[in-house]
C-alpha cells in the first residue's frame, strides 16, 4: 500500500483546509484508513479513522465536531475537511494504513504503512 498526503498549507486561526490521500496498491481496500498528525516536539497522534466501507467514522476528542474524514473507494482517497482551525492543529499530518479493520483510536504501533505527511500551520 502506497499513501501520498497532499493539501496542506498556512491558513488563520478559525478557517479551513482540506487535506487529500491518495492510496494505491491492490490491497488498499481492506484497510481502514486514518490520519495521525505530529506537532513539533510532540509525539505523533491520531485524528481520525474511517472503515473499509466509509460508511464508519471515529476521532480524536480533540478535533472532534470540526474535522471530518471522508473516503472515496472508487478513486481511492480519502480526505480530511478541517475547519476552524486553532493553532494547536499546527502539526505535519499523515494519512495511515492500520493493521486492524476497526475503526478505532489506532495507536502509531498499530498502522503498517504510512504515507509522507504534509504540513499544516495555523496562524494567529
Known amino acids: 500500500v502506497q499513501l501520498q498526503a497532499s493539501g496542506g498549507g498556512l491558513v488563520q486561526v478559525g478557517g479551513s483546509l482540506r487535506l487529500s490521500c491518495a492510496a494505491s496498491?491492490?490491497?488498499?481496500?481492506?484497510?481502514?484508513l486514518d490520519w495521525f498528525r505530529q506537532a513539533p516536539g510532540k509525539e505523533r497522534e491520531f485524528v481520525a479513522s474511517?472503515?473499509?466501507?466509509?460508511?464508519?467514522?471515529y476521532y480524536a476528542d480533540s478535533v472532534k465536531g470540526r474535522f471530518t474524514i471522508s473516503r472515496d473507494n472508487a478513486k481511492s482517497m480519502v480526505d480530511l475537511q478541517m475547519s476552524s482551525l486553532k493553532p494547536e492543529d499546527t502539526a505535519v499530518y499523515y494519512c495511515?494504513?492500520?493493521?486492524?479493520?476497526?475503526?478505532?483510536?489506532?495507536?502509531?504501533?498499530?498502522?503498517?504503512?504510512w504515507g509522507r505527511g504534509t504540513q499544516v500551520t495555523v496562524s494567529s
Open positions: 495511515a494504513a492500520p493493521r486492524y479493520a476497526s475503526v478505532t483510536h489506532h495507536r502509531t504501533d498499530e498502522v503498517d504503512y
Open positions: 496498491g491492490r490491497t488498499v481496500s481492506n484497510y481502514a
Open positions: 474511517v472503515s473499509r466501507s466509509g460508511g464508519t467514522t
